[in-house]
C-alpha cells in the first residue's frame, strides 16, 4: 500500500503566496525520491490556508526525501511562514490515478 501524507497549514498574514512559492518548486525534486503526487492547493475562501497532499511509495520513501538538501531548504524557508501546521498520515488504498 501507498503511504498518504496531508498537511493543512496556516500562514501568517500575508505569507500564503511566498510559502506556495517554494511547496510547488520543491515538488519537482520529489518524483526521483519515491513521490507519485504532491499537490498544492489553497482554498478561495481561506486567504492563509494550503493544503498539500502527497502520495509515497512508502513512509521510507518520505522519511528519506527529508534529509534531501532542496527538501532541507525549503523546509527552512518556509517554516518561518507558517503560523499553525496539522498533518495526516494515512494509508492510501486505491483511487483514480493511484497505483496499486
Known amino acids: 500500500m501507498r503511504y498518504g501524507y496531508s498537511e ?5 498574514p500575508g505569507e500564503r503566496d511566498a510559502l506556495v512559492e517554494i511547496l510547488v518548486n520543491v515538488a ?4 526521483s525520491a519515491g513521490c507519485e ?8 475562501d481561506e486567504p492563509e490556508t494550503v493544503l ?7 513512509k521510507e520513501h518520505h522519511d528519506r526525501c527529508l534529509d534531501l538538501p532542496d527538501v532541507r531548504d525549503a ?18 488504498v486505491g483511487g483514480l490515478g493511484v497505483a496499486g
Not at 28 to 31: E, F, N, P, T
Not at 78 to 90: D, F, H, K, N, Y
Open 8 to 12: 493543512v497549514i496556516r500562514t501568517l
Open 28 to 31: 519537482g525534486k520529489l518524483g
Open 37 to 44: 503526487l504532491y499537490a498544492v492547493s489553497v482554498p478561495d
Open 52 to 58: 498539500v497532499n502527497e502520495i509515497w511509495l512508502s
Open 75 to 92: 523546509i527552512s524557508a518556509g517554516m518561518p511562514l507558517v503560523a499553525e501546521l496539522r498533518s495526516q498520515e494515512s494509508t492510501v
